[in-house]
């Protein structure tokens, strides 16, 4: 089992930055791909970026392509959301969660693909 906990989100303004992390606790997360994704009110879960479980390929959806970065950290079981140049857009909940398969050669961007999920942390952006 793994637990999942998102910090750093909050309110700020258009054109500023929010880090987002996902501590991962109960097991290592090292051997799986970590995704991030969003939910605003009214809306359907969306794929944000995701992350090989080595750190060296990542994948972005084209809303956030450019300003937002993903990182892992797999000494400290944690992943990071760098975002940027934040837009009213971007306000939504954002979860963290782990690929449901270990060591996959692909990134994937669909929710079922993914099987442990974080609470959330809501973030909104003022315009």
């Known amino acids: 089992q793994v637990q999942l906990v998102e910090s750093g989100g909050g309110l700020v303004q258009a054109g500023g930055s929010l880090r987002l992390s996902c501590a991962a606790s109960g097991r290592t997360v090292r051997a799986f791909a970590m995704g991030w994704f969003r939910q605003a009110p009214g809306k359907e879960r969306e794929f944000v970026a995701a992350i090989k479980w080595n750190g060296d390929t990542t994948l972005y959806a084209d809303s956030v392509k450019g300003r937002f970065t993903i990182a892992r950290d797999n000494a400290k079981n944690t992943v990071y959301l760098q975002m940027n140049s934040l837009e009213p857009e971007d306000t939504a909940v954002y979860y963290c969660?782990?690929?449901?398969?270990?060591?996959?050669?692909?990134?994937?961007?669909?929710?079922?693909?993914?099987?442990?999920w974080g609470q959330g942390t809501q973030v909104t952006v003022s315009s």
């Open positions: 969660a782990t690929d449901r398969d270990a060591w996959r050669a692909v990134l994937v961007t669909t929710t079922w693909e993914y099987n442990y």
